[in-house]
DNA sequence: AAAGTAGACTAACGATCGTTAGTTTACTTG
DNA sequence: CAAGTAAACTAACGATCGTTAGTCTACTTT
């Protein structure tokens, strides 16, 4: 029962060009074309364009959530969960450079998963501002703005994908620990 | 000759709509029912719907490589430098919300304006990442990996526009400030 | 009042879209 | 060898796409 190489093939290739030109600007055509296949037997193999997406999106969506989950709940200090959440984005994204497009910026177009998709974004969401607001709390933190730091770590972690690829001399674990650096201990040399 | 303002709406309008759901899953009758006209009159005012995504992208690029440029080649330190460019992009997106969702989002979808996109945003990340290397020349910054650096404020300040409706109780110039102390001096209490 | 014009309209075009139905091919299993 | 099956194919559907051509209306300018 281990058939689904075909399966896997069409949802890979389509996150492939659906982070290239968008979901809508794809066509059932093109994901056929990659495989040297006509469009109608891509429906062998799965349910139709919109099941594609779905598929993309939520497992990431639920492999974000579950971790961060373990993360939030865990006996760490908050400065070593905000690590944590750094080296967490770092793993996904070396590992899902193209699901991570579709991730960002075609979940909109999810017809029928968008409320699920939507309830595992504010879980994490919650669970990362949680945080934030327990390591100013506690006073390991500045008492600047949460939702600027929220927003400030989340952008640069959601985008991860666009960077990898342009940075080849450097790897996962070095860049997870720049970025921390970076993120938490600021650029400043003072 | 200052008749342009059905032109300016349906830039606008588009903008709006291409932010919600991307320039490809747009379609000119959907523009068209937001200002209550047929699909066929948007013709009267523009030439394209290649047109409009081109008017949105170019200006702006156009404005944040020239007000780069300034920064740049002023005599200030880098670090103010730095404070300056954070400025720069809270104050555009601010003011053009819908637009710089297009200029992340929808640049590839640039028929005949790509080539010149490029150059622009070229020259904007290089200006950037100069600042950069000299300010950990200089001393001024932390020797860590530039590109980084460069990598982390630019993926916060381009996805500003996504987060200011989310604040509604803070100003531009807060915002500014406290992003700035973020981005350059860190999160640590320390 | 006449002429010009800005900006809307209807109707239609060829292309492309996601998807379905029915068929064929090639391999695996009994 | 026969039967079954996975996975490709051709052909076509109705919908929607960007765009053009030609027309009408209402206002402005002379």
């Known amino acids: 029962m281990k058939k689904e190489t075909r399966k896997e093939q069409i949802i890979q290739i389509s996150a492939k060009l659906f982070k290239d030109k968008g979901y809508a600007a794809v066509s059932m055509r093109d994901i056929a074309k990659e495989l040297d296949i006509k469009a109608a037997s891509l429906y062998n193999h799965i349910e139709s364009k919109q099941d594609i997406l779905k598929i993309i999106i939520i497992s990431l969506a639920e492999e974000f959530t579950k971790r961060m989950t373990v993360i939030y709940s865990s006996n760490e200090n908050n400065i070593s969960k905000l690590h944590q959440i750094v080296a967490l984005h770092v793993d996904i994204a070396y590992r899902n450079q193209y699901e991570m497009a ?20 504010n879980s994490y969401e919650d669970n990362f501002r949680a945080i934030i607001n327990n390591g100013v709390q506690s006073g390991e933190l500045i008492n600047s703005n949460p939702e600027v730091t929220l927003f400030s770590m989340l952008s640069t972690l ?18 997870s620990d720049n970025l921390s650096k970076v993120l938490i201990n600021g650029i400043l040399n003072k």
Chains 1, 2 share one sequence.
């Open 102 to 121: 579709s991730l960002n910026n075609n979940w909109m177009h999810l017809e029928n998963g968008i409320t699920y998709y939507l309830e595992l974004r």
């Open 158 to 175: 959601r985008h991860l994908y666009l960077w990898i690829p342009k940075m080849e001399e450097i790897n996962p674990k070095e860049l």
